[in-house]
């Protein structure tokens, strides 16, 4: 089993900043596909990105491509989402996931169904 724990969520202006981490415990995280969601405000939850097993594969969602970078490190069995020029469109709880299906082949990855294992969240507000 692994677990999953978020951080780095907070209120920041627009234009601004932010890393989110993703801290998994157990020693499978190397092996396992991950990625990042988000839930808006009354909203469903959607796909933002996603890594490979090793990072040298990243997926991001096109309201995001270009501003948010997915990386991971496997020493520190953590994910990271770095995300510049937020906009209030942002503003969501963000979630991270973790699947050992490997990311390529198929689109799986987009669909939260498909995860195995998830974090609990982190708010992240984007004030205009």
């Known amino acids: 089993q692994v677990q999953l724990v978020e951080s780095g969520g907070r209120l920041v202006q627009a234009g601004g900043s932010l890393r989110l981490s993703c801290a998994a415990s157990g020693r499978t995280f190397s092996s396992y596909t991950m990625g990042w969601f988000r839930q808006p405000p009354g909203k469903e939850r959607e796909f933002v990105a996603a890594?490979?097993?090793?990072?040298?594969?990243?997926y991001y969602a096109d309201s995001v491509k270009g501003r948010f970078t997915i990386s991971r490190d496997n020493a520190k069995n953590t994910v990271y989402l770095q995300m510049n020029s937020l906009k209030p469109e942002d503003t969501a709880v963000y979630y991270c996931?973790?699947?050992?299906?490997?990311?390529?082949?198929?689109?799986?990855?987009?669909?939260?169904?498909?995860?195995?294992?998830w974090g609990q969240g982190t708010q992240v507000t984007v004030s205009s």
């Open positions: 890594i490979s097993w090793n990072g040298g594969n990243t």
């Open positions: 996931g973790g699947d050992l299906k490997r990311l390529y082949g198929s689109s799986w990855y987009l669909r939260d169904y498909e995860y195995d294992f």
